[in-house]
């Protein structure tokens, strides 16, 4: 697949697609990669919790992903990191809005709502599961990129 039909593809990527120009970052949380992720969080549909958030860590978000499960998103910032992270890296779980049951969910990379269905990244896989009261359910894989290798283009494209 060529994804380099540059004018037709952005058209199409664009159609439908408009600036919210009314929308105003919440908070500054300094000028580097963090005011700009956090506040995409938020804008997103994520609420900051710091009240949940231990000394250890930058900040706790959270989001409703639905049948009584929250999503937290324990996100990091240290320059000593586990081996295979960067400097920013999140962690997820899964609480329910009810009671202390936690599913800890230390491998995924990334987590949101994708309509009614939660999806994750983990391994060099997208995932995807719908939620029950009982957790996650008809979980598959929506796609390994783990086959992908980088390819180097000259620009201009």
Do not use: M
């Given at each position: 697949m060529n994804w380099i039909?540059?004018?037709?593809?952005?058209?199409?990527?664009?159609?439908g697609i408009s600036r919210d120009k009314?929308?105003?970052p919440p908070a500054s949380y300094g000028g580097e990669c963090?005011?700009?992720?956090?506040?995409?969080l938020q804008?997103?549909?994520?609420?900051?919790?710091?009240?949940?958030?231990?000394?250890?860590?930058?900040?706790?978000?959270e989001k409703p992903v639905g049948s009584g499960w929250i999503l937290h998103k324990y996100c990091h910032a240290d320059l000593n990191h586990p081996e295979g992270k960067s400097v920013y890296f999140d962690?997820?779980?899964?609480v329910r809005d009810d009671s202390t049951e936690t599913i800890d969910c230390p491998e995924w990379e990334w987590a949101d709502l994708d309509g009614n269905r939660l999806v994750w990244t983990t391994g060099g896989r997208l995932h995807a599961?719908?939620?029950?009261a009982s957790g996650l359910v008809k979980e598959e894989t929506l796609h390994d990129f783990n086959d992908m290798?980088?390819?180097a283009i000259t620009a201009p494209y």
């Open positions: 039909n540059t004018e037709e593809r952005r058209k199409n990527i664009l159609d009314t929308w105003q963090l005011h700009v992720y956090f506040n995409r804008r997103d549909g994520w609420t900051l919790r710091p009240d949940l958030t231990p000394d250890d860590l930058r900040a706790v978000f962690r997820h779980a899964l599961a719908h939620l029950k290798t980088f390819s």
